[in-house]
């Protein structure tokens, strides 16, 4: 192809200005690209193409607008959404390690507190029970040994079945309870038998009794557990405790809990950092003007510029007035879970109470104080008594 094609601009003197002019070049240029024969694709060349934002809807617009300008403002609003989001993925970051390393300071000062204590718990078991096994067990006058221990239980068996079939027959009751005792090692175990009547729902005539056995040693309370249905879970259970297992299983998951929690802590506390930089929220796209220029333009005028008529220092109190309605909206929306933040000390979920609340009489009085200085500065009237 690459036919020439004559252009012609028509507009009145002096009026084609940097917007229109941008798009008559871009135009220009995609006339030339057509004529080419290359329409495959169309490149927006731009000065930064580095992330997903340069291809968002705003910043094509702001391209195919043809003013430099309108591509400016999008990619300075790009870029400080960059800086807002890596603000708030500090913030939100920081307070995540800080949760960490006060809940591993916990773990740190307190895990071997109770190490200790189950190595005391463990000794003085095995001074009860120093042959960390069972070796007898006694039920009324009657003894066994070395594990024969069922033909020792036959009685009781029998005495809670018949108690059971009692209570299966005896419509007014829906429960029972024994009471007795036997001896391991010589230890006397209170043993506590539940029986509790229950229905099936497909038939009320099939009463059945759920039984349930608990256990205490006197000598030492702390060994002490529900066994289910059977006496022999008792013995099971006792047989486990008295042998130390537990307390050394529990002793080494702590130490292991405790090493990790030291690791956790090392790592995280190397994360600590302190606040988000501010020359880069001051000194960067439109926070330049935002929180540095304006404020600083504002503050030469007032003190310098703006003299007379001089203030009483009664109006100091107003200048609290922006604070109060901005903070008190972005609060209240903070808690709704509307926003979160802009700042910090505003996201009230990530600290207590009365940490917000210190922030609000903190920045209130602050607030407060500048205004006063600025009243000096300027050469504040003071009021006549």
């Known amino acids: 192809m690459d036919l020439p094609v004559r252009i012609l601009r028509l507009g009145v003197k002096q009026t084609l200005d940097v917007t229109g002019y941008q798009r008559l070049k871009i135009k220009e240029a995609f006339i030339r690209q057509v004529m080419k024969g290359d329409i495959s694709s169309r490149t ?11 291809t968002n809807f705003g910043q094509m617009m702001a391209s195919l607008s043809g003013s430099q300008a309108a591509l400016a403002l999008s990619l300075a609003q790009n870029n400080l959404r960059k800086l807002r989001n890596a603000r ?4 939100q970051h920081q307070a995540y390690v800080t949760r960490n390393l006060k809940w591993l300071q916990n773990i740190l000062d307190t895990t071997p507190g109770v190490i200790a204590t189950l190595e005391k718990q463990g000794n003085e078991f095995r001074k009860i ?20 221990y069922e033909k020792l239980f036959a009685p009781l068996n029998k005495r809670i079945e018949a108690e059971a079939d009692a209570l299966r027959k005896t419509p007014e009751r829906d429960h029972a309870e024994l009471k007795t005792t036997i001896r391991i090692n010589g230890k006397t175990f209170d043993i506590k038998i539940g029986l509790k009547k229950t229905w099936a729902l497909s038939n009320e005539k099939d009463v059945r009794i759920f039984r349930g056995i608990s256990y205490v040693c006197e000598e030492a309370p702390e060994i002490k557990g529900d066994a ?3 006496i022999s879970n008792v013995l099971e259970q006792v047989a486990y405790t008295i042998s130390g297992k537990w307390y050394i299983q529990e002793i080494e998951s702590r130490q292991l809990g405790l090493e990790t929690a030291k690791q956790d802590y090392e790592r995280l506390q190397a994360q600590v950092s302190g606040a988000f930089p501010k020359h880069i929220m001051l000194c960067t ?32 109190k107003w200048a609290l007035l922006p604070t109060v309605l901005y903070g008190g909206i972005i609060l209240w929306l903070n808690i709704q879970r509307v926003v979160d933040g802009p700042y910090p000390f505003m996201k009230v979920y990530d600290q207590s109470v009365q940490a917000s609340v210190l922030w609000c009489i903190a920045i209130l009085l602050m607030n407060y104080f500048y205004a006063w200085l600025l009243w000096k500065l300027n050469g504040g009237k003071k009021e006549k008594a």
């Open 129 to 148: 029970f120093p042959d960390n096994t069972i070796v007898s067990v006694e039920y009324g006058s009657q003894k066994a040994e070395n594990g024969d």
């Open 44 to 54: 927006l060349e731009e000065p930064d193409a580095e992330s997903s934002d340069s």
């Open 88 to 91: 708030d993925y500090h913030y």
């Open 285 to 316: 796209s439109s926070m330049l003007y935002h929180h540095l220029l304006n404020p600083l333009a504002a503050i030469f005028s007032f003190v310098l510029l703006e003299r007379t008529p001089r203030l009483p220092r009664s109006t100091v």
């Open 228 to 230: 289910g249905a059977k």
